[in-house]
């Protein structure tokens, strides 16, 4: 999933690790913990996946056990009995956001329980060093490593490993391999690491280190993303000091970068994929490989070669992704391609060892019914992209997954594919909205998959994503207060890039007209209080800030409002449709508006600016009620339409805020805040107009960066959805 693009560091030059720590609870003040919290019941709002999904790994000696690792969204345990997968990070907290990204997993095949995962998200010099998770019962409890190297689970190279494996000679000892660092060495089973001896690569700029490690019988093989095509790329050890390069292994661009690997032990082969880039995109070359590890014979059984002419007359580039042998057949495998954009991406099996390959797409059926957004506005499904991620259960040969960019797709016969997603979500939610009447409780938007109207809490949107036009990634989604009915939605779309609805979010038709910077620059987007006018504003991905246009006839006629203040998010008052406010972060002003939107003037200065993420909320039924959050600033409220602003002393941080149905008895509606009252940053529900504030999410249940947007229910008091950075869209309901 895809936040932003990441860049590149420079190549660290030493390596240590901190002594291990357990996760503890967060600390609270005192007067925190004599206020008995209400107990909360959490759980996803079910889309169903929607991330890229860059790893699967069945456990070789447990029937029915798997594990799943996600760029953004934390790590996952499969159980067969009950064919779900249970979230197994979701206690990493507000400090920890980093660590959501898992950069490699590793089980370990003598002792069945045992876990571990290697996180860290971005490389970057603002993002923290990386951490090792370590556990005794399958991810129910972890103890932890700080490291102070960094991975880049949400970087380019992804989709390649494992990086993270049991020494399979010895269980004490493991090893991780690094973008920028080389290869570590833990010889008491993850406590400490240490950079390993004798490891002849030497990381370059480029941040793809060692791509994976293997083991086949007691060797164990590093594949190397930093060679030039010429150089060796695949090491190996055969007592744990000595690496060397495998002789005769395969050169040129089609087998630069080896993506993965795995070992059939049956007939001692060991099959590596390879691309000319570690994708998951660009990749346009590739190849597959097998060594006879007896004899170090190389063959190359490439199933196709990239560069022929797709269907539709392009040239047909892919790379290789994905590679998995069939425990129980030898000289089965099974091998998927990478950035097959022309020809669409598919799975090769061979059960000869590769001599003979058969499509596995060419007999396809698919049943996408559980989660119908796959159908990407009513296309037929396809096969899937990004597919790096691939397995065959050990314990059933006709049993198959493979992780796309949004899903993951399994089979039990070789031919009919269906979602195999329950419980895993992975959601980059970036807009919501619960409405006060109507079927749907919830409307949201999100990165990648663009707006969804959720009739229910307990199964995917049966209208999938909304369409007409279909976004990729949604920018604005707005309600008029006084007329529920009517919504709005802005967004990257390739046939329009705003849309309204007059049936409260179930159907939705384009504006007449846009902007000609919509296309570009498509940003938030307000309606006023009976949907008479609309404000558009526009921001580039890279932060260029353009001028904010006015609609009073439903998008078909666009006008240039100057005095509004560049890139600003407008918000509407949900009382008097006159009124529009907005915070300009640049210069820390208020700027409110009351002739609809024709035009802005200054009310209160001097607040603290300089952060694009402030914001602002209106209380509902209210007009002129303004809360302001200030991210580590505190937060603000006015209620004189801007003029005038207070610091509310009762919390110190606010991120996001939102309102909720008032409780039995209360005059003003709840108040749900993500910030901190105490020394940790957490979800909060105030029902006194924010005098106080009673914690409402737990230790447990954390979920990294939470800090885009947050809304009560106004038809259920104490029910509240949070969007999250990767773990899709929780609710909470007390019990």
Request: with cysteine; aromatic share 10%.
């Amino acid at each position: 999933m895809r936040t932003f693009q990441p860049g590149r560091r420079a190549v660290l030059a030493g390596v240590a690790v901190t002594a291990a720590v357990s996760v503890v609870p967060a600390l609270r003040s005192p007067a925190h913990a004599a206020t008995t919290p209400p107990t909360y019941r959490w759980r996803n709002a079910v889309i169903g996946g929607t991330g890229f999904v860059t790893g699967v790994l069945f456990h070789p000696s447990v029937r029915g056990l798997a594990y799943a690792r996600t760029d953004i969204g934390g790590a996952y345990r499969w159980d067969d009995r009950v064919a779900r997968w249970t979230p197994l990070t979701d206690h990493l907290g507000w400090d920890d956001w980093n660590l959501l990204g898992v950069e490699a997993m590793a089980v370990d095949p003598a002792h069945r329980d045992r876990l571990y995962l290697a996180l860290g998200t971005y490389s970057q010099p603002w993002a923290g060093n990386g951490a090792v998770l370590r556990s005794e019962d399958r991810g129910a409890t972890w103890t932890r490593t700080d490291l102070t190297v960094k991975l880049g689970a949400n970087e380019d190279g992804r989709g390649t490993g494992e990086r993270l494996l049991v020494d399979p000679r010895d269980s004490d000892t493991l090893w991780l391999g690094t973008r920028h660092d080389g290869l570590l060495k833990s010889t008491d089973r993850g406590a400490t690491w240490a950079p390993a001896t004798g490891f002849p690569a030497t990381p370059s700029a480029s941040g793809q280190g060692v791509t994976f490690l293997v083991a086949a019988g007691r060797v164990v093989y590093a594949g190397w993303g930093d060679a030039d095509g010429a150089s060796a790329n695949l090491f190996r050890t055969t007592d744990g000091t000595t690496w060397t390069a495998v002789p005769g292994q395969p050169t040129g661009p089609a087998a630069r970068v080896p993506i993965r690997a795995a070992y059939d032990r049956h007939t001692r082969a060991l099959y590596v994929t390879y691309a000319n880039a570690s994708g998951p995109n660009g990749q346009s070359d590739g190849s597959v490989h097998r060594l006879a590890t007896a004899t170090g014979t190389w063959t190359d059984v490439t199933p196709v070669k990239p560069g022929g002419t797709a269907p539709d007359g392009a040239t047909d580039t892919f790379g290789y992704g994905g590679v998995a042998v069939d425990a129980r057949r030898p000289g089965t495998v099974v091998v998927s391609t990478n950035n097959r954009w022309a020809a669409v991406d598919t799975l090769f099996r061979s059960t000869d060892g590769g001599r003979g390959w058969t499509s596995l797409k060419d007999t396809a059926v698919f049943d996408v019914a559980e989660t119908p957004f796959l159908k990407w506005g009513g296309q037929q499904p396809k096969f899937g992209w990004w597919i790096q991620a691939l397995a065959v259960d050990p314990y059933d040969s006709r049993h198959i997954v493979y992780g796309t960019g949004a899903t993951l797709y399994g089979t039990r016969d070789l031919k009919h594919w269906a979602p195999q997603i329950r419980g895993l979500e992975e959601a980059s939610v970036v807009q919501l909205i619960s409405p006060p009447v109507g079927e749907a409780h919830l409307i949201s938007g999100s990165r990648d998959i663009g707006v969804m109207y959720h009739e229910r809490l307990t199964a995917s949107p049966s209208r999938g994503m909304a369409t007409n036009p279909v976004f990729g990634s949604a920018t604005g989604l707005a309600q008029a207060a006084g007329r529920p009915a009517y919504v709005v939605r802005t967004g990257w779309g390739d046939h329009g890039n705003g849309a309204h609805s007059n049936d409260g979010g179930r159907t939705w038709a384009p504006f007449a007209a846009q902007p000609d910077i919509a296309k570009s620059a498509p940003g938030p987007i307000a309606t006023n209080a009976d949907g008479s006018v609309l404000l558009w504003s526009f921001v580039h991905w890279d932060g260029t800030k353009y001028a904010t246009h006015r609609s009073a006839d439903n998008g078909a006629t666009w006008s240039e409002v100057s005095s509004f203040p560049k890139g600003a998010t407008p918000v509407a008052d949900p009382a008097d449709p006159t009124l529009f406010y907005a915070y300009d972060t640049d210069t820390g002003t208020l700027y409110a508006s009351t002739d609809s939107g024709l035009s802005f003037t200054e009310r209160a200065g001097g607040l603290p600016s300089g952060d694009s993420q402030f914001r602002l909320a209106a209380a509902p039924g209210r007009s002129g009620d303004l809360w302001l959050s200030l991210k580590w600033n505190g937060l603000y409220r006015s209620t004189d339409g801007g003029a005038t602003f207070a610091k509310i002393t009762s919390c110190w941080a606010s991120y996001t805020l939102g309102f909720g149905k008032a409780a039995d008895g209360a005059g003003y509606p709840a108040i749900y805040l993500v910030g901190s009252t105490d020394t940790s940053t957490a979800v909060h529900r105030s029902d006194d107009e924010a005098r106080t504030w009673v914690r409402i999410n737990d230790d447990d249940h954390q979920w990294g960066w939470t800090g885009e947007v947050i809304t009560g229910d106004p038809r259920i008091h104490g029910r509240v959805y949070l969007a999250t950075n990767g773990r899709g869209i929780q609710y909470g309901e007390p019990v």
